[in-house]
Structures are given as C-alpha cells and as structure tokens.
C-alpha cells in the first residue's frame, strides 16, 4: 500500500505543482528565479516519491477497486518517471539563465513544463488505450504551446504550427489504433488486449491494423523517417530549454507506453512488422545522418542526430520482434544512454545561448576551449558519448543494440548501425574540432560558476562513468548499475523475455 | 577502516590539493599545499605504525576491508578489498616512514617552485596508488594500483616540462613501463582464465593453483615477471631509470628508488606460492637479475652525473633483490628491499641536497671537498655509503649478506661469485663517488646554500634508520616474522660468517681503488680508449634499442602514412564522403518546410505501409 | 427496411454536403454544408439507437461549426471567392488518393475481422445517457478526470498563445497609449 501513496505523492506533486504555479504566476511579476524554484523543489518531492518505490518490486493497479485497471504501477514506468522527473529538472536548473534573459517567459512556462511531466507521468503508468491517448495529449498540448513560446518570434509560431498540425495527425492515428483495437477485442485495456491476442485461437487481422496505427503514432513521436520531417524545424523554432526538453525527455516518454505495448501484447503480432520495421529502421538512420551531416545550425543538427538515434532504436524494436534475448534491456539501455547525453549536449547549448540571442553554428564554437576550458570538455564527453565513443555510455548503449542485433541475425541492420555510427563521427567531432582546434576570436568572458555548471558536470560524470566498468563510486550507478537497471525494468513487465 | 583511512586520505588529499591548485594555479599557497599533502601521509605512517603494532605485539596476522565491489562481469568478481598480511605490512610500514620523511623533505625542497600545489597533489596521488599496489587484494587491483604509480611516475617525472629532457624522459618511462604492463596484464588475464572461477583473491588464487599444469604456470609466472621488468628497471627494460632522473630529487628518491621500483619485487614475492612451483623461471629471474645487477654497476662506474650513478645503482640493487627472490630466498629479497627504501632515500635526499646547496650542479667531478663545507652531509652521506656497499653494522650489509649467503647455500655458485664482484663494483662506484664528491680537490671558492630544517631532518631520521635498521635481520628476525615461502638450504654458520668476512674485504678492495683513484684528484672518465667511451656512454643500449625498434616503426608508421593511409584509402574515403553529402543534401532538400509537404511524406508512410499490411494479411 | 433506406440517405445526403464543404469557394456555403454534415451524422448514432452520442454529436459538432462560423464571418471577406494557392494539382490528387487508400484499410479492417460484436450493447429499458454514464464513471474513471486536465491545458496553451499583454490592463492605467508604445 504504501508504494501506491509514493506514486500518488509523486504524481500528485507534479499536478499539484503545475496548479500552483498558475494561481502564483502573475502575483510575483517578473520573479522567474523563484517560480523556477518552487518547480524544482516540488519536482525533487516527486522524484524522491519515485526513487524511494523503486525495487521494492511492486507491481499492480493503483487503487482498482475505484479506478479500474488503469493505472499500473511497475518499475519499468518508474524508470521512465525518474528519467521524466530528472530531465524536467534539469530543463529547469541548467537553464535559469537563459529564462531570465528572456523577456517572454513566465510563470505559466513551468505550469506549462510541469503539466507535460504529469503527461508523461500518467503515460507511463496507463494501461489503457484512452487513459494513454489523454496522457499523450496532455504532453503534447503542453509541449505544443511550450514550443511556440517566444510568440513574437515567427520561427517559433510557425515551428508551433507545423508542429501542432502535424502532431495532432500523429495523436489522431493514435486514437484510431485505440478504436480499432476496441472494436477487435472488446477492450482498451493492456491486460485484456494482451489476453485476447495471446489467446492462439483468435482472429488477430484487425488489432494488427489498428496496432500498425498506434505504432505509427509512435514512429511520428520519435521521428522515424517518413514521419520525421516536422523533427528539424520544430527544434530550431522552439525556444531552447524547449527544444532541450523535447530531444531528451519528451522523446523518450512515447517509448513508455509502446514498448509495453510491443513487448506484452503485441507479441504474437512481431513477425508482421518485421519487414516492416527494417525498412524504417534503415530508412531512419540513413534519413537522419544524411540531414545531420549538411547542417550549419547545432540545433539542426541535434535534430537530425536524434532521428539517427531513433533508427538505432528500431533496430532494437527490430531484434525484440525477432526474439532477441537481450534487445529489450538494450534499447532501456540506450534510452537511458541517449538521455544522459542528449540533455547534457542540449544543456550546454541552451546554457551557452543563454546570453546571445543569435543562433548557435559550428562557427560560434571556434576556440571555445580557451574560453570555457571546462565547459569544452563536458562539451566533448557529451558529442563522444552520442557519438558512440568507448568509454561513455553512448557506446556501451551502442553496443548492446548491435549485439541484439547480431544475436537476432539482423547483420544488416547491425552493419549499417555501425557504419551510421562512423558517420555520426563526422558531424560530432567536427564540433570538437571546432572547439579545440580552431583560434579564439572572441574575448575572454568571465567564467561563471553557478547551478547549472554542477548539473553538466554531473551529467557528464555519469557519461563517462556509465561506460566504465562498475562501482567505481560507490552508490553511483555506472555501467553495471544502468544495465540492472535497465533488466531490472523489463523484467517488470512480465514477459517471457527467456 | 585504518586501511581505508590510510588508502582514502592520500587520495582525498590529492583530489583537494589538485582543485585547489587548478582553482587558481598562480596563488602563492605552500603552507597550505603542504598542511594538505602532509596530513594524510604522516597520518599513514602513524596508523601503519599502529597496525605494524598490531602485527608485531598482537596476534593479528590479517586485516582486511573491502570498500565496495568493483567489477561485476560474469565470473569476474573484483571488489576493493583492501587487506595487509605480514609481506605488505613491511611494505606498508617502510613506504609510508620513507614517503612521510620524502614529503617532508619535499616541502623544504620545492619551496619556491611555481607547481607547489601540482607536486603535492601528484605526489599524494602516487601515495596513495602506491598504497593501493601493496594493499590489493587481488591482481586487478594490484594493477590498477601498478597502472597508477606508472601514471604518477609520468607525470613527475616530466615535472619540470619546461625542460628539454622532462618530457623525453617522461615518455620513454611510460612506454617502457607500458610494454611491462602490457604483459602483466597479459599474465593476470591468463591466470585468471585458469583459475579465476573460484575467486580471484590471493588466497583463493593460492588454493587452487595446483590445478594449473607447470607449463601453463611457467608461461604465467614470465609474464608476470616481464611487468615486473618493466617497473623495476631490469634488463632489457631498466632504459628508462636513468633517464627518468629529470624529474624532481625528491621525486627520484620516493618512486625511483624506495617504492615504486621495488613494486616488482613485491610482485614477484606475493606471488611466491606461485614462483616457489617453477624453479626454472625462478632461476631465470635471479640471471636477470645478477645481469642487470653487473651491467648497471660497470655503467654507474664510468658516469658523472651523480643522480645517474645512484640511478645506476638502484638498477644494481633491484638485480640483486630479484637474485634473491629468483632462487626463492623472498625474505632476503625482501629485506634487501626494506634496507635498500631507507639508505638509497638517504642517498638521493643527500644528493638533492648537495644539489640544492651547489645551485644544481650534479656532475660529481665538479664538487669536490664538500666535507668541510657540510658536515652533516658528510655524515649522512657516509652512513649510507657504509650501508650501501656492505660494511656493518650498517642495514646493507645484513641484506646484502642475506642474498649472497641464499645464493651460495641454494648452490648457484656462478650467480654468486658474480653477484659478488657486483659487490665488489658497488663498492667501487659509491666511494668514488662519495670521495669525489667530499674528498676531492676543491672546486674552487663558493658559497652553499643553506638548507631549510624540513630537509635536514629527514636526512638525520634515514640515517639513523639505516644505521639501525639492519639489525632487524640478525638471525633470520626479519624472515621468520615475514613467513614466505623460502626455499630453506641452512647453510653452515661458519660458512656465513666466513663469507660476511670475505664480502668485507671484498668492500674493503673497492674502497680502497676508490679511494686511490678519487680521493686527492677527482679527474672526469675520459674517452680515450674504445673500451671506455663504450662504457661512458651505457653501452650504447639506448642507441641500439632507437635501432632496432623505434628506426623501424618509424618507417612502417611513415610509410603507410604517406602511401597506403594518404594516397590510397584517403582517396577512396574522399570519394565516399563525396557521395555521402551529396546524397544528403538530396535527401535534405525534401526538408523544404512547407507543412503540406511534411503531411504528404506521412501519408506516402501510411499509404505504403497500410499496403504493406494488405499485401500480409489480405493476400494482394 | 426503413433503416436501410434511412441509413443511404444520410449517407447520400452527407457525403453530397461534405463535397460542397471542399468544393465550394465561398468561405460561408462551406461553413453552411459543414455543420448540416454534421447534423446528419448525428442521425446515424440516432439510427444505431445511440441517442446520447447522437445528442452530444449535435452539440459539440455543430456548435463548434457555429463558432467557426462567427469566425469566419469575422476575419474574411465573405463576398469574395477562396483563390487556392495550387501549384500542382497532380499533388492534391495523390495525397487525396492515398488519404483514400488508407480509408480503405481501415473500414476493411473490421469486416477483414469478421468478429465484431458490441461490447456494450444497447441494453433494453436503460436510457442511452445512462450506460454511458456506467461506463464512464466505472470503468473510465481515470481518462474521463484526466481529460479535464487535458482541457485545462488546452485552455492555458490557448491564453498564452493567443492573449497578449497579458501583464498590462488597459483598464487600470490611466494612458492606454503609452502602455501600448511600451510594450511594442
């Protein structure tokens, strides 16, 4: 019982935090730093209220007598809430500066932040259709409205708009899976549904097309090519905290409801989309590493690596289907991996950005390790780590889908992964290039030392210690630690993973 | 948790004085660097103190404490324990007094430098790793230990790197030493494969060794060795030794010649139920060892440089530590290594001294008459030479003693009469030295520096332990506590004292041609005949090694450099990159952001794949 | 019988009005055929005996239409014709033709399935309103609360996206044009 009063404390205190913000938004003016705070310090309640249920091995409905079998709380929706819960603030933390240099944040931002978390939140505890699609909506709104913030900036309205359209085609395809599943099995709840389709005897054509639909939502929320077309310029448009939260956090969420649904009910489906799935998974790295290579802008960039990195994930989804052993925790992995260092490589961007109102290039970076010394190396640790460099924890990540990969006979897949994988080198190092081996032309700025420097620094301490080894600090997870993690989660969800 | 504080401390210690001084590297702060690096370590000597106690007047004889496991990875379980038996408790006990005492000297001697606060977080950091090589619990951890204090040995070494040697010399260390390693790890992975299901301890490691084939263990136990050559300077691998004289005096005498260097040695003798299986590698290990015991001697006879001699003659004493160990007297060697920590300290701290006090003069045919001018150098300095040639009741003499009597009594007369013209050499050089150094005609007026107390009192506590400590040995004390697995051959007693007396007149015999030679005029080796320029110059072997391996890799390196790698696959890997961006800026040319378009690009997904679907389930 | 023919008659009659809504290029007669579209939906939850949906339909549907409506009168010419901005019509078609294809796919599911059957028929002498009710206060509690979290996120990301000067209210400065001034 109590570990449900820790979930309700966590995702009551995010909910309850959101409100609050919006009755003490417009009492203070222009105080963010404190409204930044007081979302901080109810985020940490509910992240201390998710840390403290993890591993105690709980797996049930929250409350079924009253709600029904809606909410289902286990560790592999822990793991997310944590992730979820730690981005948030990080979002919130590295970028301080860069709300209070803009004139157009206010309070409603961090309710807006805070309701996207409680999206997230509530997505990856549903175990049900509607209760799903609400969540995401509830996400997404939020993030829509995140994302054309700056409001008299046109980049940003229009990145909203496209977005916004886009995406609600992408939430539509959602809720008609949803319908489809309903009117095939007779429910909208995960359990019923993996019941049905785990029967043998049913007729499964019409939940595999409205499966195929969910799972094109999900592919137009991770931005497998074709459906990633809106990934680029909605990141550039979105202020850039926004667009921070989008690649680290955001991202990932979907992943909480779709691998449930992949890896529990929708098992005796996996050999239809195989093909199918292949074909994506190509097409998304090839797709993303062509967009990311002919970039100027980071932000643009960043955008494209992060399709590279969905197609890495497909690969993964890819050797689920196939029956891999190890796939399952791989891609936990790797979401964790690519969380740790897409949010320090987008926080160091936003923390830079903070004081210059023009876009980040490649250009700007030049010589920047003598003006950040130390911020160029965290700089480095976060391009090594999404580059797939040993020794971070990008590369163990990479590691692990590839083995998947192999284990499962995708040796195309895996070849291509890996070969995508040295091309992303062209585009990550030509920033460290940049950083290090081209002359300073700007002025020393006085190095500031403040919050959001121990955050990157934090994260990268966890970069490069998730890729070695074990235990080096105690208390500390590292490699083996995430690995657990990680297993520990996909265990949770109940399959025959052996 | 004495072992942990003793472990933790240096490297907190390090930790915070190397963020301190990266925090602002001009600051003039050496009170506090220096309350920061000694703390820790005098805090070390006590609590060694304390569990030597403990070891000595109690009934311990094992405290062990793991901090945390380290490594999980299938079989392989390595966790952070930390234990002392008897072996490492000398080892401990002798590396935290001398490091203390080092320290301290430290203090005095770089006072004024402008990477104050860089030396003693570095030092502090080789502390620490040197406390983690003895204290392991296992090999892996033993060689993270190993891999750290050659880091540290790296990084002082190439301390001054403003000069042109510094960093030369720090380089050539490192890949020297990494060769060793190399091959350490080698044989610890082999080991582990053989016998690593069961526990990978020392002791679970000494259980279960019988079930490793002599072959097998052989092959184990020379890999083992070639990292000890490495890091104890034995041929073919002592190159970087000398060289690695750039780095600080202080620096020198800790890593170069009391700790760092005797890791091998120590090495070998935790590993004695091992090499106590294959006698034959044993013996190999003492060949290796007189070798580099008798070649180092001759070259340290015809060097000026009075930081190289005592280079060369660390070389030399390490040769006769792996002699003794090689033909399974461990305790001897191990004693040799204990006296040896506390007179060749002495040895270089004198010398850093006289080097100081001369405003960095170090050739020795330049000093001349420092007697009169010091007379506590003088004395310290002849305690240590009296102890390092052999002449009792000084600490070398009872090792030294040791290791000639286990060679004769194990019956490797060749080995022995060699290893005592080697004798008869140390003797040699370290008075020809000493003489030229304080007998010698003066070298004209000057005026010495005067030295600070935290130098003078260092040297005054080494000499006391080196005049002292050799009793420690007297009837087998010291063997008996440390309870390795020595291959016993009871020699006969008036065998012993025969030959203590006959090495005294072989010492007597150096003395004397020493003094001879360089007590009234000190003349410089000159380079007239062949014979000699050879030895003037090391025999050439750094020479001959920039032939034989580094001429070559530079060329295979050049050559596929310029041909294969620029010319062929460079062309080829243009080519594809070539192709590569254009296909993507084809593909990005589809990102033309119109919305229409992005909607049109979803539904060419959807429609294909809703076909894709009709094509499996309706059959089209 | 009466049934059949009710049913291809609001299907006739709604997919007749929808084209007008597409085709037509006065922005008011597309308004006008799009919320009588939506009436006639409404008549086939009334057919299938789902009078709530059919209600809620009504309302929802063509009360959005009418506000769209307002809108509409408000910010176009309604006198002027819509010119569409088509540079390739070969592009409407294909992205009609494959919105069509995959309609398709979808009403083909079900029939595909063969096994479709109510889960929560219509029960006899229970109002319509109140199974709905059942069900949505029992089984989907949860979505049917959250949603209300969803609207009022809705709401806000609306206010902040369309509200401007949301900091300065003309009513309590005494010079409404120099706020203006300085906030531009």
């Known amino acids: ?498 | 948790m004495l072992l942990d504080l003793i472990l933790l401390a240096p490297f907190a210690a390090a930790l915070v004085g190397g963020l301190l001084y990266l925090y602002d590297p001009q600051a003039r702060r050496e009170k506090i660097y220096s309350i920061i690096a000694l703390t820790p370590v005098l805090l070390g000597a006590v609590l060694s103190l304390v569990i030597g106690w403990s070891f000595i007047f109690g009934e311990t004889t094992h405290i062990e404490s793991t901090l945390f496991e380290w490594l999980h990875v299938g079989d392989l379980r390595i966790a952070l324990t930390l234990s002392v038996d008897r072996l490492s408790m000398v080892m401990l006990f002798f590396v935290t007094f001398v490091g203390a005492l080092i320290h301290i000297y430290s203090a005095g001697y770089m006072s004024g430098d402008s990477g104050y606060g860089k030396f003693f977080a570095y030092l502090n950091l080789f502390m620490a790793s040197m406390l983690l090589l003895i204290l392991a619990d296992n090999p892996v951890i033993m060689f993270i230990g190993w891999e750290l204090v050659g880091l540290c040995s790296y990084l002082l070494i190439g301390f001054y790197y403003r000069e042109e040697a510094a960093i030369p010399a720090a380089n050539k260390a490192f890949i020297v030493n990494r060769i060793g390693d190399f091959v350490f790890i080698m044989g610890v992975a082999l080991l582990f494969v053989t016998v690593g299901v069961n526990g990978f301890g020392f002791t679970a490691i000494e259980a279960s060794i019988t079930k490793i084939d002599t072959a097998m263990l052989s092959l184990i136990g020379l890999l083992l060795f070639v990292g000890a050559m490495g890091k104890s300077a034995q041929i073919p691998l002592y190159v970087w030794l000398p060289d690695a004289m750039a780095g600080p005096t202080p620096v020198s005498a800790l890593i170069h010649a009391a700790t760092m260097v005797t890791a091998g040695v120590y090495m070998v003798a935790r590993f004695d139920f091992l090499y106590s299986r294959i006698p034959g590698v044993g013996e190999f290990i003492a060949v290796i060892g007189i070798a580099s015991a008798l070649l180092a001697a001759v070259i340290a006879s015809y060097q000026s440089d009075i930081k190289k001699i005592l280079a060369y003659s660390t070389v030399s004493q390490l040769g006769y530590m792996f002699a003794a160990v090689g033909v399974g007297a461990y305790s001897a060697g191990l004693f040799h290594v204990f006296t040896h920590a506390f007179f060749k300290a002495l040895l270089f701290l004198g010398a850093g001294a006289i080097i100081i006090a001369l405003s960095h003069e170090q050739n020795i045919f330049r000093m001349g008459g420092l007697r009169k001018d010091s007379r506590l150098l003088y004395y310290t300095m002849l305690i240590a030479t009296f102890s390092i040639a052999g002449i009792p009741p000084f600490a070398g003499f009872f090792s030294k003693d040791a290791i000639l009597v286990s060679l004769l009594s194990t019956g490797h007369y060749t080995l022995w009469s060699l290893a005592t013209f080697g004798v008869f050499l140390t003797s040699y050089y370290m008075f020809r030295l000493f003489f030229a150094v304080f007998h010698a005609r003066s070298y004209g007026f000057r005026v010495l520096k005067p030295l600070p107390l935290t130098m003078t009192v260092p040297l005054v506590v080494l000499a006391v332990g080196t005049a002292t400590l050799g009793l420690l040995g007297v009837g087998g004390t010291f063997g008996n506590f440390l309870g390795l697995a020595d291959i016993h051959a009871e020699a006969d007693h008036t065998i012993e004292y025969l030959l203590a007396i006959f090495n005294l007149f072989v010492v007597a015999a150096g003395a004397g041609l020493a003094y001879r030679l360089f007590a009234q005029e000190a003349e410089p080796p000159n380079e007239e005949s062949r014979v000699r320029r050879l030895l003037v110059h090391k025999f050439y072997i750094d020479e001959i090694y920039g032939y034989v391996f580094v001429k070559p890799l530079y060329f295979i390196a050049s050559f596929t450099g310029n041909l294969i790698d620029h010319k062929v696959l460079g062309r080829m890997i243009l080519l594809g990159v070539e192709g590569y961006r254009r296909a993507g800026e084809g593909f990005g040319k589809l990102q033309n952001g119109r919305v229409r378009f992005y909607t049109l690009y979803m539904l060419v997904g959807i429609s294909y794949i809703s076909y894709y679907l009709l094509s499996i389930l309706g059959g089209i | 019988m009466y049934e059949q023919i009710a049913f291809y008659l609001f299907s006739a009659l709604t997919v007749g009005l929808f084209m007008v809504t597409v085709l037509s290029k006065n922005i008011l007669y597309s308004m006008t055929s799009l919320a009588a579209g939506m009436v006639l939906i409404s008549g086939f939850f009334f057919l299938l005996g789902a009078d709530f949906l059919g209600v809620v339909q009504l309302i929802v549907y063509v009360g959005a239409v009418m506000a769209l409506y307002a809108f509409a009168m408000m910010f176009f010419d309604a006198t002027r014709d819509i010119k569409e901005k088509n540079t390739s019509s070969a592009l409407v078609f294909l992205l009609g033709g494959m919105a069509a294809l995959l309609l398709v796919v979808v009403f083909a599911a079900p029939i595909m399935g063969e096994n479709i059957q109510a889960s929560y028929p219509v029960i006899e002498g229970v109002g319509n309103a109140e199974s709905v009710g059942m069900v949505l206060f029992t089984k989907y509690l949860v979505p049917f609360e959250v949603a209300a979290v969803m609207l009022l996120v809705a709401m806000i990301a609306g206010i902040i996206l369309a509200g401007k000067k949301m900091d300065h209210s003309l009513t309590t400065v005494d010079d409404p044009i120099n706020v203006q001034e300085e906030t531009k």
């Open chain 1, 1 to 498: 019982m109590v570990e449900y009063l820790y979930f309700v404390i966590s995702l009551l205190s995010v909910l309850g935090g959101a409100s609050l913000l919006l009755l003490l938004t417009h009492r203070e003016g222009d105080d963010l730093y404190r409204l930044n705070h007081i979302s901080v310090l109810f985020l940490v309640v509910a992240l201390f209220a998710a840390l403290m249920q993890w591993n105690l091995g709980t797996r049930g409905y929250l409350l079924e007598g009253l709600f029904g079998k809606v909410l289902y709380i286990d560790d592999f929706a822990l793991l997310f809430d944590t992730m979820f819960i730690t981005g948030t603030i990080m979002t919130l933390l590295i970028n301080t500066e860069y709300f209070a240099n803009r004139r157009y944040f206010n309070g409603e931002y961090f309710a807006l932040i805070l309701f996207s978390l409680f999206g997230m939140m509530l997505l990856a505890h549903s175990h049900e259709l509607v209760t799903a699609f609400i969540a995401l909506e509830i996400a997404s709104l939020s993030v829509y409205a995140l994302v054309g913030y700056h409001k008299n900036n046109l980049v940003s309205i229009e990145a909203m708009m496209k977005y916004f359209t886009l995406g609600s085609i992408g939430g539509i395809l959602f809720l008609l899976g949803s319908v489809i599943i309903f009117a095939a099995t007779g429910s909208t709840e995960l359990g019923a549904i993996a019941q049905y389709t785990h029967k043998g005897s049913a007729d499964l054509t019409p939940v595999i097309i409205g499966a195929t639909f969910i799972m094109i939502a999900v592919m137009f929320k991770i931005g497998a090519v074709p459906f990633h077309a809106w990934v680029l310029d909605v990141y550039e448009g979105a202020p850039f905290p926004v667009t921070m939260f989008m690649a680290s956090t955001f991202k990932i969420a979907i992943f909480a409801i779709a691998l449930r649904l992949y890896i529990v009910d929708f098992v005796p489906m996996h050999g239809t989309w195989t093909h199918l799935l292949e074909l994506m998974a190509a097409l998304t790295m090839l797709g993303g590493s062509w967009l990311a290579i002919t970039q100027k802008s980071l932000k643009r960039m960043l955008a494209g690596s992060s399709i590279v990195h969905s197609g890495y994930m497909l690969i993964a989804i890819t050797s689920i289907g196939l029956g891999s052993n190890i796939a399952a925790s791989a891609i936990i992995f790797y979401l964790i991996a690519y969380f740790v260092s897409s949010v320090g490589a987008f926080g160091i961007l936003s923390f830079i950005s903070a004081t210059s109102r023009k876009e980040l290039t490649y250009d700007d970076f030049k010589g920047f390790s003598e003006r950040r010394p130390y911020m160029a190396a965290m700089m480095a640790v976060f391009m090594l780590s999404l580059a797939g460099f040993p020794s971070t924890i990008g590369f163990l990540g990479k590691f692990y889908i590839f083995t998947a990969a192999i284990e499962s006979g995708e040796f195309f897949l895996a070849g291509l992964g890996i070969a995508m994988a040295f091309v992303s080198v062209y585009y990550y190092f030509k920033l460290i290039a940049m950083i290090y081996f081209y002359p300073n032309k700007e002025p020393q700025k006085e190095l500031v030392f403040n919050s959001s420097t121990l955050l990157i620094i934090l994260l990268a301490a966890v970069v490069v210690l998730g890729g070695m080894g074990s235990g080096l600090i105690p208390y500390m997870p590292s490699a083996d630690g995430f690995i657990d993690i990680a297993t520990a989660a996909v265990g949770a969800l109940g399959t025959p993973l052996r």
